[in-house]
């Protein structure tokens, strides 16, 4: 089968400065797929991820379910267009390109969009449909986390 490329946009209450600065950091990341997946290379870091740097390791679904070594690769931040685009493979998965883009919808809110190109061969259907599900999950936290990006800071650990 064929890569299928999954998009998904909420509206965030929350400035675009603000969210992009949680955007870049691992601390966002896992807060946002607590329990859908843990990635132990970034479980303890503190700092934001850094354009062309490569992290790899175990992938656990729901936490406990071991899915393979995975490898991310952050491709590009362009911190003037809120776009951070990843590139990952591993276990079932050649291919996984996300962007993260962010569009100010005013000087409040956001628009968040999650586009992810999949290439997992004979298990590309599936994937996508697991992705489809991480993505909402994923996109309703980040609401919850926006509402509290405007009076914390990701430093602050709210994250």
Request: proline content about 5%; hydrophobic content about 40%.
């Amino acid at each position: 089968m064929d890569a299928l490329t999954l998009t998904r946009t909420t509206d965030l209450d929350a400035p675009a400065g603000v969210v992009w600065d949680a955007v870049c950091t691992p601390a966002a990341f896992r807060t946002v797929t607590r329990g859908l997946v843990r990635y132990p290379p970034v479980a303890r870091r503190a700092d934001t991820w850094r354009e062309g740097e490569t992290v790899s390791g175990w992938l656990w679904l729901f936490g406990v379910l071991p899915f393979g070594r995975h490898t991310i690769r952050v491709a590009r931040i362009d911190p003037a267009q809120f776009t951070l685009t990843s590139d990952e493979h591993g276990g079932l998965v050649r291919s996984w390109v996300h962007d993260i883009v962010l569009e100010p919808l005013d000087t409040d809110r956001t628009r968040y969009t999650d586009r992810v190109r999949i290439d997992a061969g004979w298990a590309t259907l599936p994937v996508t449909a697991f992705a489809w599900l991480f993505y909402k999950v994923r996109q309703t936290r980040w609401r919850r986390l926006a509402s509290t990006l405007h009076t914390s800071s990701v430093d602050d650990g709210i994250v």
